[in-house]
């Protein structure tokens, strides 16, 4: 079992800046790919970026150039840096990783923060 535990939310004007971080405990060996997801009323968590064990990064189009996701050393811990906010990224980010167990690869959810940006 992994636990995930987000934090960092919060209301922010439009151009500013946060920082999300999601911590991780638990059987947390062999873990594989973090990521960040947004989910907006209405509609399916879409995928914001992910940071695999060996450092490879991918950042859905609409943030690239704006955030940056990134680990600790012991990669227990994922961050994501967003910057130049704007309102279209209000919605409720959730941590995300997958860990084998078995012959199951199996996914993990934090609980969701909550980030606004205020036009």
């Keep these: 079992q992994v636990q995930l535990v987000e934090s ?53 189009d609409s943030v690239k150039g704006r955030f940056t996701i990134s680990t600790n050393n012991g990669k227990t811990t994922w961050y994501l840096q967003m910057n130049s906010l704007n309102p279209e990224d209000t919605g409720v980010y959730f941590c995300f990783t997958t860990r084998l167990e078995g012959a199951t690869m199996r996914a993990y959810w934090g609980q969701g923060t909550r980030v606004t940006v205020s036009s």
């Design 8 to 60: 960092g939310g919060g209301l922010v004007q439009a151009g500013g800046s946060l920082s999300l971080s999601c911590a991780a405990s638990g059987s947390i060996f062999s873990i594989n790919t973090m990521a960040w997801y947004r989910q907006t009323p209405g509609k399916q968590r879409d995928l914001v970026a992910s940071i695999t064990n060996g450092g490879g990064t991918y950042y859905a």
